[in-house]
């Protein structure tokens, strides 16, 4: 009786542990999709902005730079992750 018991206990865990790993399996190999065209456009005029503002010492701009190519990449991000954006 106590054997039997155990061995329904590791099936249990077993199967835990199978049902876990494809549900994180879901997780990173998640479907991506393309970015539309307005998203791929803003996300590259923002790391534009973001560079020529580095590049060019403008002053206003360039204390951000880091922040504007941040959420360019986030919205790239975005758009390749979420549908129609």
Do not use: E
Not at 12 to 24: G, N, S, V
Not at 56 to 85: D, E, H, M, P
Request: contains cysteine.
């Amino acid at each position: 009786m106590h054997i039997h018991t155990k061995k329904r206990g590791l099936a249990r865990f077993l199967m835990f542990i199978y049902y876990d790993f494809f549900k994180i399996k879901r997780l990173i190999f998640m479907k991506t999709n393309a970015p539309t065209q307005l998203t791929a456009i803003i996300a590259l005029v923002l790391a534009l902005v973001a560079l020529i503002s580095v590049l060019a010492k403008i002053t206003f701009l360039g204390q951000y730079a880091f922040w504007i190519l941040l959420v360019g990449f986030c919205l790239l991000f975005a758009g390749c992750i979420l549908k129609k954006l």
